[in-house]
């Protein structure tokens, strides 16, 4: 069993930067692809950006690319999450997600075993 609870989503003005985490418990952190999805008032959820387990791979939605930055520190089981040049389209709830088995990348919500409970960005205009 993995418990991930993600922390340092908030308000931010349009330009502004959040990094957010995401700290797994449980199973040895180092074996989980990991990635963030978000979820927009009355959308879907969407991947935003995955991190292979050694860190050694990661992709972006091309919404986000040359803004968002993903990265793992398997030292504290911690995943981060740097978001610069935020934008109000940005808006959502933050997920993360582990994916215990596999190499590689994974975008699907269904590639993914255990999920965060979020956390609320907010990018106020």
């Known amino acids: 069993q993995v418990q991930l609870a993600e922390s340092g989503g908030g308000l931010v003005q349009d330009g502004g930067s959040l990094r957010l985490s995401c700290a797994a418990s449980g199973r040895t952190f180092t074996t989980y692809a990991t990635g963030w999805f978000r979820q927009a008032p009355g959308k879907e959820r969407e991947y935003v950006a995955g991190i292979s387990r050694g860190g050694t791979m990661t992709a972006y939605v091309d919404s986000v690319k040359g803004r968002f930055t993903i990265s793992r520190d398997n030292a504290k089981n911690t995943v981060y999450l740097q978001m610069n040049s935020l934008k109000p389209e940005d808006t959502a709830v933050y997920f993360c997600?582990?994916?215990?088995?596999?190499?590689?990348?994974?975008?699907?919500?269904?590639?993914?075993?255990?999920w965060g409970q979020g956390t609320q960005v907010t990018v106020s205009s």
């Open positions: 997600a582990v994916r215990t088995g596999g190499l590689g990348l994974f975008r699907l919500q269904s590639d993914y075993e255990y």
